[in-house]
């Protein structure tokens, strides 16, 4: 149980293009959704948290007009990287949360490379 | 605030041996204490977690860490290692006294285990 998904794995765009992440809690609600980037060799940094049915909350730095986030449903959660800039390229995660439950359950992933 | 402190971003060890990752934390509420794996290109696999109760937990892979309060750790170990024990360790406490800042997990720098012939 308890699995989440990514879609997708990894992509490469071009400069200016958009590029959209999809995350998915298989089995399963997540009210609760986070997005994280990795740099390499670096932890993770929480970009934003996404409820179920509500607007999502950014963290300090994080340009919401940049990383568009959707929750639009209790399974599925979408990251929209608009304009994309090789500053971009970094590895994106998200993780799912059932309501009233502290554990975070992690994607695999999506490499994202902006040439 | 909280605050997670993992010494040691690298740990070498010979197989068969000990396996020690140590996690330091700061919370000034009872923390929920994690420690997730990560392999390569990969996201992160839960190995365990500490939420209330017996202090030392065990989780999979026969990894197992001890919360100790009066020392504020949370260290990660496996009596022996395997070749595939060789990833990157997170420990990571979540935030549960409320706020905005409520349900968010705040990570350590992380520690790269390599694991010797």
């Known amino acids: 149980g308890a699995v989440v998904s990514q879609h997708p794995s990894r992509v490469i765009c071009k400069s200016g293009t958009s590029v959209k992440i999809e995350c998915r809690s298989l089995?399963?609600?997540?009210?609760?959704m986070f997005w994280y980037r990795q740099f390499p060799k670096q932890s993770l940094m929480l970009m934003a948290t996404s409820n179920e049915g509500s607007k999502a909350t950014y963290e300090q730095g994080v340009e919401k007009d940049k990383f568009l986030i959707n929750h639009a449903s209790l399974t599925l959660s979408t990251l929209t990287v608009t304009s994309a800039h090789p500053e971009d390229s970094s590895f994106y995660i998200c993780?799912?949360?059932?309501?009233?439950?502290?554990?975070?359950?992690f994607g695999p992933g999506t490499r994202l490379l902006v040439l | 605030a909280q605050s997670v402190t993992q010494l040691g971003s690298h740990v070498s060890v010979s197989e068969g041996a000990l396996v020690l990752l140590r996690c330091n934390y700061s919370s000034s509420v009872p923390p929920y204490l994690f420690w997730y794996v990560q392999y390569p290109n990969q996201g992160l696999q839960l190995l365990l977690k500490y939420t209330t109760g017996a202090t030392l937990v065990k989780g999979i892979n026969g990894f197992e860490a001890e919360f100790k309060k009066s020392e504020t750790s949370f260290h990660l170990t496996k009596p022996s290692a395997h070749m595939s024990d060789a990833a990157e360790y997170f420990c990571?406490?979540?935030?549960?006294?409320?706020?905005?800042?409520?349900?968010?997990?705040?990570f350590g720098q992380g520690t790269i285990l390599t694991v010797h012939p």
């Open positions: 993780s799912a949360r059932e309501t009233s439950r502290e554990t975070q359950y």
């Open positions: 990571a406490v979540i935030n549960n006294a409320g706020g905005t800042s409520y349900g968010k997990l705040t």
């Open positions: 089995d399963f609600q997540a009210t609760t």
